[in-house]
């Protein structure tokens, strides 16, 4: 009896030691699982047809102000609901985080410009499940947040030169005490008719509340650019990614990414399409790219970066987009054409290259047959795409060198990255003067810099704009020009380009040379004419920050539309800070709005031309010259950078006579002229020794 309860009291021992083994090892099984699972992993927000976007994805170091993506399964939840918190190990620092997107696979959050360095847990929170990792941030450096005019250090603007007639605020961003995202000058594009100068509209993002969806931007003229009132959407919802253009017949038409109700938080993106009197300001909508049926109801994305061309003979609209979910369940480029003024679209899927090696179609446009031209990068060169009548089939046509690198430093000093738009943009002459020829634009860097400080390993350094022009359809190309005039390191980006009836072309680009080691640019214009480049001029009043670097005004800008006697060039812009912001105020980061600025291209010299008595150099000859040149003789303030301009009486010298030459010019009649160039602009015929820089 006592061996059979010895017997039993071991087994019972045994069954509960075997019990217990098996409930540890559930609760060990179900807890890794769940840490595995609950587990996430922290990139940078960088998108797909950013060149070599997976590598950038993985950064050297993360800094305050960036967008980042929490990276990991979210399949199940309800991503209405997700919520991320931020918690600073050592400040205490708790922020709810801006949510921009909330897919099944990653969670895209901007981390505030205010934070400062810290060791950080990240919490994402949705349908009652955590995830949690830990990142390290640095905030914003003193060298980050210096600026000059107009970035916070409230001086003078510039005194433009006189071929700006004038410049506008087109007014939809926020006020200084307002917490928005982005603005209207994010990824704005212009568009004018044809025939009329008077009629613009401006598109871009207008920007958002914390964790609201953006705002409908656009902006309608009827003047000239001299006043802008607010436009509105009919139906679709508008989200982003602009592509527009104004028709001979008046009316506007905008490709652009939209959002329908879904389970996503900012909905689905879908390919939009928006048309209206542009002497009106409501557009009504319809779709370009319906979500495939097979689409997974929690697919954010049905496409992305539209590019829009009309063929006005046709009356043919057609719409590229990148990133294209088809109904095979495949992802790819396609073009969208409607032959029936945008009531339906037909879809066409576009194999031109391996798809992690090219571009989208980053510009597009139609010839003087009406057949459609688009320009891609891929095998380190430019490509155009040549479509057929239909536009069913094509052929591709390689272009010159082109390598697309896309990163930029913010400064000279600084270790934050700049996205920036190197193009190629194209712009096709209808005119009499070269009927066929394809201008094309782009921006590439002198250098690439590889510094392992640096936060994403490697740079562009000294980018530059350069243009070339193809009069037999792509199959030959004159050799590159030069179009930024400057001589130093800086960069020039974001170029834009637009032919006139005339046969002129116009360019426009976002440019470093004034402060290169100040996180901040400025915007610059140059017209070319049968080969000649002119001088290049600056439109924008004061210096635009640009301290975030990443995405700071998205992916392209699209900012010159022009005609014979008047160009018309949109760019963001800022104005005087007030003083009592803080030091790392998202406006002294950031521009502030979008302003539009009419040029008169025939007041703009050609590269080495002058006009004689214009000391001063801003492209007209009044009393404000012949000050200029007594301070720069006898004050040592005025600036002489023309020194044959100031040469008033062309007597290779300058001196009080040219002073007083001008006054009596201007005053008295005598001389009734001066020496040629003048009126008009040109080159020095007397060889004197003076220059003219």
């Given at each position: 009896?006592?061996?059979?309860?010895?017997?039993?009291?071991?087994?019972?021992?045994?069954?509960?030691?075997?019990?217990?083994?098996?409930?540890?090892?559930?609760?060990?099984?179900?807890?890794?699982?769940?840490?595995?699972?609950?587990?996430?992993?922290?990139?940078?927000?960088?998108?797909?047809?950013?060149?070599?976007?997976?590598?950038?994805?993985?950064?050297?170091?993360?800094?305050?102000?960036?967008?980042?993506?929490?990276?990991?399964?979210?399949?199940?939840?309800?991503?209405?609901?997700?919520?991320?918190?931020?918690?600073?190990?050592?400040?205490?620092?708790?922020?709810?985080?801006?949510?921009?997107?909330?897919?099944?696979?990653?969670?895209?959050?901007?981390?505030?410009?205010?934070?400062?360095?810290?060791?950080?847990?990240?919490?994402?929170?949705?349908?009652?499940?955590?995830?949690?990792?830990?990142?390290?941030?640095?905030?914003?450096?003193?060298?980050?947040?210096?600026?000059?005019?107009?970035?916070?250090?409230?001086?003078?603007?510039?005194?433009?030169?006189?071929?700006?007639?004038?410049?506008?605020?087109?007014?939809?961003?926020?006020?200084?005490?307002?917490?928005?995202?982005?603005?209207?000058?994010?990824?704005?594009?212009?568009?004018?008719?044809?025939?009329?100068?008077?009629?613009?509209?401006?598109?871009?993002?207008?920007?958002?509340?914390?964790?609201?969806?953006?705002?409908?931007?656009?902006?309608?003229?009827?003047?000239?650019?001299?006043?802008?009132?607010?436009?509105?959407?009919?139906?679709?919802?508008?989200?982003?990614?602009?592509?527009?253009?104004?028709?001979?017949?008046?009316?506007?038409?905008?490709?652009?990414?939209?959002?329908?109700?879904?389970?996503?938080?900012?909905?689905?993106?879908?390919?939009?399409?928006?048309?209206?009197?542009?002497?009106?300001?409501?557009?009504?909508?319809?779709?370009?790219?319906?979500?495939?049926?097979?689409?997974?109801?929690?697919?954010?994305?049905?496409?992305?970066?539209?590019?829009?061309?009309?063929?006005?003979?046709?009356?043919?609209?057609?719409?590229?987009?990148?990133?294209?979910?088809?109904?095979?369940?495949?992802?790819?480029?396609?073009?969208?054409?409607?032959?029936?003024?945008?009531?339906?679209?037909?879809?066409?899927?576009?194999?031109?290259?391996?798809?992690?090696?090219?571009?989208?179609?980053?510009?597009?446009?139609?010839?003087?047959?009406?057949?459609?031209?688009?320009?891609?990068?891929?095998?380190?060169?430019?490509?155009?795409?040549?479509?057929?009548?239909?536009?069913?089939?094509?052929?591709?046509?390689?272009?010159?060198?082109?390598?697309?690198?896309?990163?930029?430093?913010?400064?000279?000093?600084?270790?934050?990255?700049?996205?920036?738009?190197?193009?190629?943009?194209?712009?096709?002459?209808?005119?009499?003067?070269?009927?066929?020829?394809?201008?094309?634009?782009?921006?590439?860097?002198?250098?690439?810099?590889?510094?392992?400080?640096?936060?994403?390993?490697?740079?562009?350094?000294?980018?530059?704009?350069?243009?070339?022009?193809?009069?037999?359809?792509?199959?030959?190309?004159?050799?590159?020009?030069?179009?930024?005039?400057?001589?130093?390191?800086?960069?020039?980006?974001?170029?834009?380009?637009?032919?006139?009836?005339?046969?002129?072309?116009?360019?426009?680009?976002?440019?470093?040379?004034?402060?290169?080691?100040?996180?901040?640019?400025?915007?610059?214009?140059?017209?070319?004419?049968?080969?000649?480049?002119?001088?290049?001029?600056?439109?924008?009043?004061?210096?635009?920050?640009?301290?975030?670097?990443?995405?700071?005004?998205?992916?392209?800008?699209?900012?010159?539309?022009?005609?014979?006697?008047?160009?018309?060039?949109?760019?963001?812009?800022?104005?005087?800070?007030?003083?009592?912001?803080?030091?790392?105020?998202?406006?002294?980061?950031?521009?502030?709005?979008?302003?539009?600025?009419?040029?008169?291209?025939?007041?703009?010299?050609?590269?080495?031309?002058?006009?004689?008595?214009d000391s001063n150099q801003d492209f007209i000859v009044d009393i404000s010259d012949a000050i200029n040149t007594l301070e720069w003789l006898y004050l040592g303030?005025?600036?002489?950078?023309?020194?044959?301009?100031?040469?008033?009486?062309?007597?290779?010298?300058?001196?009080?006579?040219?002073?007083?030459?001008?006054?009596?010019?201007?005053?008295?009649?005598?001389?009734?002229?001066?020496?040629?160039?003048?009126?008009?602009?040109?080159?020095?015929?007397?060889?004197?020794?003076?220059?003219?820089?």
């Amino acid at each position: 009896m006592g061996m059979e309860i010895i017997i039993v009291k071991n087994l019972t021992k045994k069954l509960i030691f075997l019990v217990l083994l098996i409930v540890s090892l559930i609760f060990i099984s179900s807890y890794v699982n769940g840490q595995k699972s609950n587990q996430i992993s922290v990139e940078l927000d960088i998108p797909d047809y950013i060149p070599d976007a997976e590598t950038l994805r993985q950064p050297t170091k993360f800094f305050s102000g960036q967008p980042l993506r929490l990276v990991g399964n979210f399949s199940g939840l309800n991503l209405q609901s997700v919520q991320v918190e931020i918690r600073g190990k050592e400040t205490g620092i708790q922020r709810t985080l801006e949510v921009r997107r909330a897919t099944p696979l990653y969670v895209s959050v901007d981390i505030p410009p205010e934070i400062p360095n810290d060791l950080y847990d990240l919490i994402l929170k949705a349908s009652e499940k955590a995830y949690e990792t830990t990142i390290q941030i640095y905030g914003f450096v003193a060298e980050e947040l210096q600026h000059g005019e107009g970035g916070g250090g409230g001086m003078d603007p510039q005194e433009l030169t006189a071929a700006v007639l004038y410049t506008s605020e087109v007014d939809c961003g926020p006020e200084p005490n307002e917490v928005f995202f982005e603005g209207c000058y994010w990824e704005s594009v212009l568009a004018g008719h044809p025939k009329d100068p008077n009629l613009l509209v401006l598109t871009g993002i207008a920007g958002h509340l914390p964790n609201e969806p953006p705002l409908e931007s656009i902006q309608v003229s009827h003047d000239g650019g001299r006043t802008w009132n607010p436009g509105s959407f009919e139906g679709i919802k508008y989200h982003s990614d602009p592509s527009s253009l104004v028709t001979p017949e008046g009316t506007f038409l905008l490709a652009a990414n939209g959002a329908i109700t879904s389970s996503c938080r900012a909905g689905t993106i879908v390919g939009a399409f928006y048309q209206g009197p542009v002497t009106g300001s409501v557009f009504t909508s319809t779709l370009f790219k319906k979500p495939p049926q097979n689409l997974n109801l929690n697919d954010c994305l049905a496409s992305d970066y539209p590019k829009i061309a009309y063929d006005s003979e046709t009356k043919t609209i057609y719409i590229s987009a990148f990133a294209v979910k088809f109904e095979d369940g495949t992802i790819g480029q396609a073009l969208f054409v409607s032959r029936d003024g945008g009531k339906s679209f037909t879809e066409q899927k576009l194999e031109y290259a391996v798809r992690k090696t090219r571009s989208p179609l980053l510009s597009v446009d139609v010839n003087q047959e009406g057949l459609l031209r688009a320009v891609v990068v891929f095998d380190g060169r430019f490509q155009l795409l040549r479509f057929d009548r239909k536009a069913e089939t094509f052929d591709i046509v390689p272009g010159l060198d082109m390598y697309r690198h896309g990163i930029a430093r913010v400064s000279a000093t600084s270790l934050r990255y700049w996205l920036v738009y190197e193009g190629p943009e194209i712009a096709i002459d209808k005119s009499s003067q070269h009927p066929g020829r394809i201008y094309i634009v782009w921006a590439v860097a002198e250098t690439i810099v590889k510094d392992p400080s640096f936060s994403l390993y490697r740079y562009g350094k000294n980018y530059d704009i350069f243009l070339a022009y193809s009069d037999d359809d792509g199959i030959t190309w004159s050799q590159r020009q030069k179009v930024n005039d400057d001589t130093g390191q800086a960069d020039q980006v974001f170029p834009s380009i637009d032919a006139d009836s005339s046969g002129a072309v116009h360019i426009t680009f976002l440019d470093k040379r004034e402060n290169p080691d100040l996180p901040q640019y400025d915007v610059y214009y140059a017209k070319v004419v049968d080969g000649r480049v002119s001088r290049n001029i600056r439109v924008n009043l004061y210096h635009v920050p640009s301290g975030e670097g990443e995405l700071s005004i998205g992916d392209y800008l699209k900012m010159v539309v022009a005609y014979p006697d008047k160009v018309y060039v949109s760019h963001p812009c800022s104005e005087p800070i007030p003083q009592d912001l803080s030091p790392n105020h998202p406006f002294r980061l950031r521009p502030m709005d979008a302003c539009v600025s009419a040029v008169d291209p025939d007041l703009v010299p050609f590269q080495g031309e002058f006009r004689r008595g214009d000391s001063n150099q801003d492209f007209i000859v009044d009393i404000s010259d012949a000050i200029n040149t007594l301070e720069w003789l006898y004050l040592g303030t005025g600036q002489v950078p023309c020194q044959d301009a100031a040469d008033t009486n062309d007597d290779g010298k300058v001196d009080i006579t040219d002073a007083i030459n001008t006054f009596g010019f201007l005053f008295k009649g005598d001389p009734k002229e001066l020496p040629q160039p003048f009126p008009g602009f040109g080159k020095d015929t007397t060889d004197d020794g003076l220059d003219c820089k």
